[in-house]
Structures are given as structure tokens and as C-alpha cells.
């Protein structure tokens, strides 16, 4: 193996958990920050949080909508090539032409170009009695694209929160060539301690990729509570990196070799029977 390949096999990603306020000024000024200190660390790849730029909520959604481009997307874009990483600018509110409004997460390039715009596909529509009830549709229209990009070092697939619920979504980012999926999440202080890391190594170990998630951190104080606790998870299903409740920034080493050995040792792909079951993409993303 060249050196450059060896170079290649690894990269490192880092996770952004930021302490999200009312004042998009302050959020968008201090993720700008944290994205050149994870960039002075080595990271290449840097992910941020579900609604960076806005308070989590579906009265906030419609007061802090902007478009891509906007001022939002402009501060992440100008980030990226600053800092010369790939940027999954965790989601923002987004309103388009038609004034629909979308919970989405853009990525840009290290030379600040939109990579990509991911409209999460699933929205959190759920109702625990006694413990939390939430309607994103209330506010927001679902997504209706896979969303992939390629960056020099592996394939990346992009979810939103309450996609990573749904395994056929990973596994058809698995299908498409993926070995990185990344989740900017809010779960909350019921589903995060209870189904936060179960579903994020359920799906690190069905597809055999790494997965990483970035929520804002935990304020008490606000009227949705964030669970925090930012994490990657290894293709064996092992917790690698894991913030706590506070605002940090969380580093892994992603190594696809280690990837490449986990594969061939337990090689399920191989293994899979298509001829009784397949999971297949009604339309391409």
C-alpha cells in the first residue's frame, strides 16, 4: 500500500456540540468557532448539530426560516473554505421559493461550495402520553431525496434525527457505497437516554459503517430539552467518541481499514439473500 493509501484509510471527523440560544448571531459566530478549533485539531470532516442556528420547536421554525443561500448557509460556506474541511452544517429551518418550510442540513466542500442539501425525509411526529408529544409537521414538509456525497477519503449518507429510526434508509445508503452516515439529532430527554445509542449502533453494526450524531447540548432551561451525549460508533458497534450533556467538541479517527477488516470477517453483504427480501429506493435521491 502507497503511502498517500495508507494516508487515505484514515481520517478524522469531528462532532460539534453546541450550546444553542435564542440569538442566531450568537449560534452561528460560536459554531464558526468551534469549526476552526476542530480544524486546528486535524479534523477533515466536521459535523454540527440539528437546528444549530434556532431554538428546536415548531413556533421557532417559522421565525427563524431562511433560504439556502442565506445567512446561515453563507457563515457555514465561508467556514468550510476558511478552515479547508467538509462541513455537514447540522440542519436549519428552511424556506423555499413556494414558502414550504423544511428542517434541513447542508454540507458544503472545503472550497465553501453547497455539496449537498439533505430535507429530513421523516418528521418527528410522536405523542408519549405524560412525557413529551411533538409535531414537526405542524410546521414543516418532509424531504423526498437520499442524499450521498463523496469526499476524498469515503462516501458519506446524510440523515436527519428521526431518520436514523428507520433501518431501510441506512441501508440503502450501506447499498449505495456509504461507510460514514452522519445524524445531526435532538432526541430528547425521553427518547435520547432510552433509544440515542441503541439505534445509533443498531445501525453501525446492521450495515457495517461508522455513524456519528451531533446534538446541541442540554439547556435546562429552554422549552425542548436536548439529551446531548454526541457520539461515533465503530462498524462493530462500539461507542468510540461520546460528549456528555455540555457544549464540546468530540474527535474520532475514522479508519477504513478497520472498516474493510470488520466486512470481510463477518461478510454479510455477501451473505444477504436477495432472492427473498431486498430494500430498494422507490426513487434516487
Known sequence: MSLL???MSKFRLAVVQLHVTKVKADNLSRARGLIKEAAAQGAKLVVLPECFNSPYGTGFFPEYAEKIPGESSQVLSEAAKESQVYLVGGSIPEEDDGGKLYNTCP???PDGSLVLRHRKIHLFDIDVPGKIRFQESETLSPGSNLSVFDTPYCRVGVGICYDIRFAELAQLYSKKGCQLLVYPGAFNMTTGPAHWELLQRGRAVDNQVYVATASPARD??????A?????VVSPWGEVISKA????????????L??????RQQIPITAQRRSDLYTVNAVQEG
Do not use: M, P, R
Open 5 to 7: 493509501a495508507k494516508t
Open 107 to 109: 454540507v458544503f466542500g
Open 220 to 225: 435546562e432551561t429552554a422549552s425542548y430539552v
Open 227 to 231: 439529551w446531548g451525549h454526541s457520539t
Open 244 to 255: 456528555g450533556s455540555e457544549e464540546t467538541v468530540v474527535y474520532a479517527d475514522i479508519d
Open 257 to 262: 481499514q478497520y472498516l474493510a477488516n470488520v
